[in-house]
Structure formats: C-alpha cells, structure tokens
C-alpha cells in the first residue's frame, strides 16, 4: 500500500456564483502519477491549481473543505504560501520560460528562496538540466534567452525551473497538449524518472497518454469525480456507465 | 473594375502617407536650413547678454536640460508607481474607471491652464517665485498622465503566464514584480520617458509662467531660468533675430532627437541585458 501525500475531503470551489468543485475528495500517493481526466471546464484544472493554491489569485473565488499535504492542511490560517508553493511545483500549459538566459530561468526559483552563491546556484542548474533530459541540448548556450529554445524545450526548461527548488509534488496542467508527438514522447519518459522522486498530478485530455503514463486515475465530470482508481481498471472495467462512455469516446 | 478601385486606393493612402511625411521634411529642412548659418561656437558656448551683443544659448540650454532632468526625476517615479498600483494591485471596479478617468483628464488640459495653475500655486501660494522647481513641479503634473497610461499598457502587455510561472515557483507578488514583470515593461515605460522629455522641451505656455525668463543657467532649483522653446517665443515675438530663433530651433531640434536616440539605445540595452536576450 503506498502512502498519501497529497488528498483532497470534500472540497468545494466557487468563481463568484459558479460552483466549480462539489464536494470532491481525492488522495494521491507519494511517487505516483495521479492523472486527472474528464471533457473540457469538468474541474480539472480547478482542482489541481487548488492543490498549490493558484486559485487564490482569481478574484471571487470562494473555497470549502480541507486539502492536505503530508497530512497538514494548506488552508489553515498563516500557512506559509511561498513554502507550499515550493514544495508543490506547477508546470503550465502553455510552456512559460521568462524572457532571461536558459541559467537564469533555471535559478530563479532558488533565488527566490535566498540561495546566492554562484557555485551553488551553477550546480543546481545543472542538475536541475540534466534531470529534466535538457542539459545535453543547452549546456553550452546557458547564458542565451530561453525564448530561442523550441516548444519541446522550453516545456522541459519549465520542468528544469520546477525541479530546481526540489519540489515533493510536481502538478502538471496539460503539460503536452501544446507539443508535437515527439517532444510529447520526450516529457513522457521523463514522466516514468520523475515520478520516482517526486509525487504527480497531471491533467491531461489525451487518454492514451492517462493510460501510458498514470499509476491512478480519476475521472472528472460537471465538478465531480465520477471515479478514481488504478487506471488499468479504470480504462479496462469501468464501474460507472459514464466513465465508460467517456473512454470509448462516447462524449467529450 | 476591382483592380482599378485597389489601385485608387494605394494611391490615396500612398498620397496620405507622403503629404505627412513631405510636411515633416518641410518644417525640417526650412527651419534647420535657416538656422545652421547662424550656428557657431560663439552661439553654442556663451550666455545671453543681449545689451553686450552676446547672444549665446549656452544658459538657456543648460536651463532646458535642468527644467527636462528635474521633471523626470518627480514624474517617472510617481507615474510609475501609479501604473503599478493600477495595472497590478487595484481592484478592477469604480474607484479604478474613476482615476482612469482623471488620469485621461488630466491629459486633454490645455498647456496654459497647467501654467496658470502653477503660478498661482507653486510660484505665489507655496513661494517657490519663479523658478526651475515651480516649473519642473508644473511639468511633472502635466506629463504624468502620459507616464502613467504608457507604462500601463506596457504592464498589461506582460503576459500573465510569467506571473503565474513565478508565483507557482514560491515568489511573493513583490518579487515577481521586480524580477520578471517590470524588466519586461521597461521599454514601453523609456518610450513614456521619451515622450515625456519631448512635452517638457516643446512646451512654452507653462514654463514661461512658472520659470520667468531670466535667461541664465540655473544656480539652484529656486532660481529662475529659461528654456529653449521659452527663448524661441521671446525671440520672435520681440521680432529682431530671425535667424538667431531658426538657430536656436534647430539646437532644439537636435536636442529632442537626440535625446530619444539615447533613450531608445538605453530601452534595447537594458532590455537585452535584463531578459538574457540572444
């Protein structure tokens, strides 16, 4: 049985009138892909930015319920955001280097939390490079802007980013969806690696990919999940009607 | 047929395009073609004593430059910080269209109304008298709006991803602002300077109520000066040195344009310095 890090009780989301989340709970397990699926504007991506905390940011969004992680509630009062940000890394849909050199994308998020030292900051990056398959391609154009590098790329410089502040959870928004099938490829296995260290979620609309990839999977529909299990039974026996519906590409 | 009525249209808009360019050119070259022989050293490098036959524009520049540096160092950080507070922090609502409103307000005053209120208020009520602070205080109000909307719209121009990328990294909304959001805005915020310096230098109505006219380089803020616009108004108005006023308008010229090819160079390094560029 493998151990919960993350898990959501009964929580529930509003965009001002909007319920977005009715009372879902999901956990999931310390180095596991977990993989949300379900139609466009069912949750998803609701959901997972709850999990970091995103949701903050929009403006007439009201929350209920508890999320914890590593059993301690995120909500609860002076919880310290940029350290749960930290420890629960996001990687975007659309890949979002910041307009600086590939080195300083890579050290910002370390910066951030008060590393200065050069020696230091350059053995991160490396790392952080060389774990996200991208050292190979860059090291020698470290210092050239991070716009230059393909969509593949600069998704797997994302990555790097994250990885550099040594995140526990990695949340993936549709991380491929803007990739071709090679560069897809790519992140895929580098899904298998990090999954070792890191515990993650990631949202995804390709099935296919749900199933190649994730441990667990859980079904998302109009703010619900219909179901959640290891995805060989999810996409091999189905309990509910309409997860099957989904699947077979019924809907969707 | 259809061709033809394409063809009458580039032509028209190929005809709109050049009349304003040609006037350009016009203005130009009839003014810098006048004014270039009464260019010398001695024009360039000496004060303005009139009674002495001196008539040199080397305080009156100095004065321009001053009144110019004055103004930007009260209006950019103020603009600047306002835009912040708008494009960032405040919450889109009524108290936000309002100082919108304002802002935009402020922007379609007439130069004299500034200069009125500026004398009657820094000049008499606070007694600064005439003088490069009442002047410079004047001019910052009157470009703050310019400031303002520009560096606005360079802030919304900021893609939210980098925000987003940044806060999901652990950064506070402070940092964020600093590291990745303000470098990207710093061009659009230097065109707003540019623009800025070229209201201040062409403006005559509010400086010539604020400043005076002594034509002397200024000792202090609290003295009086003259800018180069104010000086091209007194010339021609007294009527006497018409080619002393085409000289004097075409350093102002060389002025202005300078100064905005120095800002843009400064905008292109400073943004590929800051955002790593290739």
Request: glycine share 8%; charged share 20%.
């Amino acid at each position: 049985m493998s151990e919960v890090k993350m898990s959501a009780k009964d929580l529930r989301l509003w965009y001002g009138d909007f319920e977005a989340l009715k009372t879902v709970s999901l956990d999931m397990n310390k180095n596991s892909v977990t993989a949300l699926i379900g139609p466009s504007g069912c949750g998803k991506s609701t959901f997972l930015k709850t999990l970091n905390r995103m949701n903050d940011l929009v403006e007439g969004c009201r929350i209920e319920g508890d999320v914890r992680l590593d059993g301690e509630d995120i909500f609860q009062k002076g919880y310290d955001l940029a350290l749960l940000r930290k420890r629960v890394g996001m990687v975007f849909q659309k890949p979002n280097p910041f307009p600086m050199s590939i080195y300083d994308n890579i050290a910002y998020g370390p910066r951030v939390h008060g590393i200065r030292k050069k020696k230091v900051l350059d053995e991160i990056v490396e790392k952080a490079l060389r774990g996200a398959a991208l050292w190979d391609e860059v090291h020698d154009r470290l210092r050239k802007s991070a716009m230059g590098l393909s969509g593949g790329q600069q998704q797997r410089l994302c990555i790097a980013r994250v990885m550099a502040v040594e995140p526990e959870v990695v949340l993936m928004d549709e991380p491929t969806s803007a990739l071709d099938p090679i560069s897809t490829q790519r992140i895929e296995d580098l899904m298998a690696e990090l999954k070792k260290k890191f515990t993650i979620v990631i949202v995804t609309h390709n099935m296919q990919q749900a199933a190649r990839i994730a441990d667990r999977t859980a079904f998302f529909l109009k703010g619900e999940i219909v179901e959640a299990g290891d995805t060989l039974q999810i996409f091999q026996q189905p309990r509910d009607k309409r997860t099957e519906d989904y699947i077979t590409g019924r809907f969707g | 047929m259809r061709k033809i009525i394409d063809n009458v249209q580039r032509s028209v808009l190929w005809l709109c395009g050049g009349i304003a360019v040609a006037f350009l050119a016009v203005i130009l070259v009839y003014v810098i073609a006048r004014g270039v022989p009464y260019i010398n050293w001695e024009f360039l490098s000496t004060a303005y004593r009139p009674g002495l036959d001196q008539e040199g524009i080397r305080d009156i520049i100095v004065g321009t430059l001053a009144m110019v540096g004055l103004t930007l160092v009260i209006a950019v950080p103020i603009g600047v910080l306002a835009a912040i507070f708008m494009a960032e922090y405040a919450k889109k609502g009524k108290v936000l269209t309002t100082i919108r409103f304002c802002v935009e307000s402020l922007a379609g005053i007439p130069s004299i109304l500034y200069g009125l209120f500026g004398y009657t208020f820094f000049c008499l009520q606070l007694a600064f008298g005439f003088s490069l602070l009442s002047s410079a205080l004047t001019l910052a109000i009157m470009v703050l709006p310019v400031i303002i909307r520009s560096t606005e719209e360079a802030l919304f121009t900021v893609p939210d991803s980098y925000r987003e990328g940044s806060l999901a990294l652990g950064a506070s909304k402070l940092t964020t602002l600093f590291r990745v959001i303000l470098p990207c805005a710093i061009p659009g915020i230097l065109s707003a300077i540019i623009l800025s310096m070229g209201r201040v230098m062409g403006e005559t109505a509010a400086v010539y109520y604020t400043a005076g006219t002594m034509a002397r380089a200024p000792s202090s803020v609290m003295s009086s000066t003259r800018s180069l616009a104010v000086h091209l108004y007194l010339l021609v108005k007294e009527g006497l040195e018409s080619g002393d006023a085409f000289a004097t308008a075409t350093i102002l010229i060389v002025i202005v344009v300078g100064l905005n090819a120095l800002a843009n160079f400064v905008a292109k390094r400073l943004s590929r310095k800051l955002t790593g560029g290739n």
